[in-house]
């Protein structure tokens, strides 16, 4: 008789972090014992250069997770919980957790605390968080450890994992030559690019307010927006040696 493995129940609390632009930090947390909202926060405002930590993001734009153990039954049980300001991003959410399509409660919306007026007198101080970087980034939780936690001390240095590289591609209208430059740009990044990626394609005349926030003035233009540090060419995307450069192919990310 053959011993069958069983195989150990995945057992993890999950916390995200929104902004109002739709970017999104997160960790997974088998050992759920840390409070993560502030090594989110942290982490976001070194990715984003944010002037300070954004505590007003919490809880208004989070979501949590958690795959815990029924002793009873011995069946993992799931509990999953957003705030209605981030609702919207439940398919996100179940890939990023891999919790399939699941249904997401609705967390009690706090009065005062996340009041969307509020949170607006923000937006001057902390511009970035209400624009689109399509960012999603993990929080690596092996390196942050208990001296995090420990009163007056300095949290360590973050490591941050991201899905990939993000990109746009900056064009005007749709052309023959777009048409081109889209599918030897396909072609280059599916054979060169060792991590996943998103090319988004921005058409200017369309799009004008994201053109201004990328600060490009002329097209085409690629610009690298994640990993950092951002890069651009403009102009002529048919060297691949260039655009690979630009990349940064040969760094570890």
């Given at each position: ?12 609390k999950?916390?995200a ?20 909202h502030?090594?989110?926060?942290a ?8 002037p ?28 999953a ?22 249904v ?12 969307r007026?509020v949170?607006a007198?923000y ?20 390196e942050?450890?208990?001296?995090y ?6 949290p ?5 994992n991201?899905?990939?590289y ?12 777009t048409e081109?430059?889209?599918h030897n740009l ?14 988004k394609v921005?058409?200017?005349l ?21 990993p950092?540090?951002?890069?651009r060419i ?20």
């Amino acid at each position: 008789m053959t011993k069958d493995k069983v195989s150990k129940p995945q057992l993890f609390k999950g916390i995200a972090l929104f902004t109002p632009g739709g970017d999104l930090i997160y960790c997974i947390d088998p050992d759920k014992q840390g409070r993560w909202h502030l090594h989110l926060c942290a982490a976001l405002q070194e990715i984003l250069d944010l002037p300070e930590l954004p505590h007003f993001l919490v809880p208004c734009y989070t979501a949590t997770v958690d795959h815990w153990l029924d002793p009873r039954s011995q069946q993992v049980r799931t509990f999953a919980e957003a705030y209605p300001a981030v609702m919207r991003h439940q398919a996100v959410l179940n890939a990023i957790f891999s919790t399939g399509e699941l249904v997401w409660q609705a967390a009690p919306w706090q009065e005062g605390m996340c009041d969307r007026m509020v949170l607006a007198t923000y937006r001057a101080s902390f511009p970035q968080l209400w624009e689109d970087h399509d960012l999603i980034v993990r929080l690596d939780i092996a390196e942050a450890g208990s001296k995090y936690r420990r009163a007056g001390t300095s949290p360590p240095k973050l490591q941050l994992n991201t899905q990939g590289y993000v990109l746009r591609l900056f064009v005007a209208g749709h052309s023959a030559n777009t048409e081109r430059i889209l599918h030897n740009l396909h072609e280059l990044l599916e054979r060169s690019l060792r991590h996943p990626y998103t090319l988004k394609v921005v058409d200017v005349l369309t799009n004008p307010e994201q053109a201004e926030i990328d600060q490009v003035s002329a097209t085409p233009t690629l610009v690298k927006v994640w990993p950092y540090p951002i890069r651009r060419i403009v102009g002529d995307l048919d060297y691949a040696e260039k655009i690979l450069q630009m990349l940064g192919t040969q760094e570890k990310f």
